[in-house]
């Protein structure tokens, strides 16, 4: 198998002024949400095993973890509240005793984020125009289409197609956006900011592509 | 406040100086805010591990805005010095859990060395600073006989206590 290429986003002038590093990436895989396959379960209960609870505490002092917890500041989120996605997953392995699997794609990004420790994000490829980017969101907009998308507060930080914001940058994905079992293509995009290795971000993305076509290949 | 003053920037202009800031002046001024925000989060973090598990650090900074957003600099600057406040606040607890352990072990040489000066004293590994649920306890010898002949010595408990449904 190839790695798939990786596609890079578009930062909005206003906000690569202030954050120069931050970049945006993506691929694309197939298929939809579905039941993990037995080997991808089985990939996530070895993560829980080689996961311990000190590292919970301790992987903040950890570059990537670190630089996500710095980003997250310097954007106005409290990481102790909004925890970054790393340690998002770490409390939850914490919590239930183990990474719980619930669906390929979701499992997926898990098994991606545990490994690498960079954050992970899918939405329904169909459902995009154009290439993904970060911007500020304008007054009025709403997250994703339909009459239920939620408003957005003007200068959010959005990730956005050519039309509309998809997702809050290290947020909520807009439902209209989402994966579902009848998705063929989806587009896995990561938001790389300052202090994070390229090899990281690359690994991350091919983790979760590999991780999607051998589950897509088990079926 | 010192840990404030070593993090500073000149951010704004200094009262009386020329007026004149230019948006490139302050786009220099957030990013070095953010530098220092992001040396303070490290340090923070560096606190919270050092005392773990032993004091529980508050490393708690609120967010300044709902959601993520491009910070001004008057809040970023507001977000720097909270964070360095909180950062005095985190050494100052880890030192003085340093101290605490450093007393303890220094009772504990004396609970060796002279055990009928600190009759029935106790000192749980966690007040040294060490992992276990031991306990080291000044006992008399020979229980009743010990206390009235006044032979004592030291005993350190093994093990934690089990599990009670």
């Given amino acids: 198998m190839t790695d798939p290429a990786i596609e890079e986003g578009w930062i909005a002038e206003a906000v690569a002024a202030e954050h120069p590093e931050l970049r945006l990436r993506w691929i694309e895989a197939h298929g939809g949400t579905a039941r993990s396959s037995p080997a991808l379960q089985e990939r996530l209960a070895l993560l829980s095993d080689r996961f311990r609870g000190a590292q919970a505490v301790t992987m903040r002092r950890e570059p990537v973890p670190h630089a996500y917890r710095a980003f997250f500041r310097s954007v106005g989120l ?15 392995r914490l919590v239930r005793g183990g990474f719980a699997a619930r669906e390929r794609v979701a499992d997926a990004l898990l098994l991606a984020l545990v490994e690498t420790a960079v954050p992970l994000w899918a939405v329904d490829a169909g459902a995009l125009d154009g290439p993904l980017g970060v911007r500020e969101a304008q007054r009025g907009e709403r997250l994703g289409r339909g009459g239920y998308a939620p408003d957005l507060a003007p200068g959010r930080l959005v990730v956005a197609d050519a039309e509309r914001p998809v997702a809050v940058l290290f947020g909520a ?46 079926r | 406040m010192a840990l404030v003053d070593q993090h500073r920037v000149p951010s704004r202009p200094e009262p009386g100086a020329a007026p004149g800031t230019t948006p490139l002046d302050e786009r220099d001024a957030r990013r070095a805010l953010r530098a220092q925000i992001a040396r303070l989060e490290r340090e923070l973090g560096e606190a919270l591990v050092a005392a773990f598990p032993f004091a529980a650090v508050d490393v708690r900074v609120p967010a300044p805005v709902a959601g993520p957003r491009l910070l001004g600099l008057g809040e970023l600057e507001a977000l720097r010095d909270a964070l360095a406040e909180r950062l005095a606040g985190a050494r100052a607890q880890v030192a003085r859990t340093g101290e605490a352990q450093a007393r303890n072990r220094a009772l504990l040489e004396d609970m060796l060395l002279e055990p009928g000066r600190h009759k029935f004293a106790r000192l749980p590994n966690r007040a040294l600073g060490e992992g276990g649920c031991g306990v080291w306890e000044v006992r008399p010898r020979l229980g009743l006989i010990g206390m009235l002949m ?10 934690c206590p089990l599990a009670r449904a």
């Fill in chain 2, 150 to 159: 006044g032979w004592w010595h030291v005993k350190l408990s093994s093990g």
């Fill in chain 1, 173 to 218: 994905v807009a439902a209209s956006h989402l994966p579902g079992p009848a998705t063929p293509a989806l587009r896995v995009f990561t938001v790389q900011v300052a202090g994070v290795p390229e090899l990281h971000v690359e690994e991350a993305l091919w983790t979760c592509a590999e991780a999607l076509d051998r589950d897509q290949g088990r």
């Fill in chain 1, 78 to 92: 409290d990481p102790d509240e909004t925890r970054t996605p790393v340690e998002a997953a770490a409390l939850e």
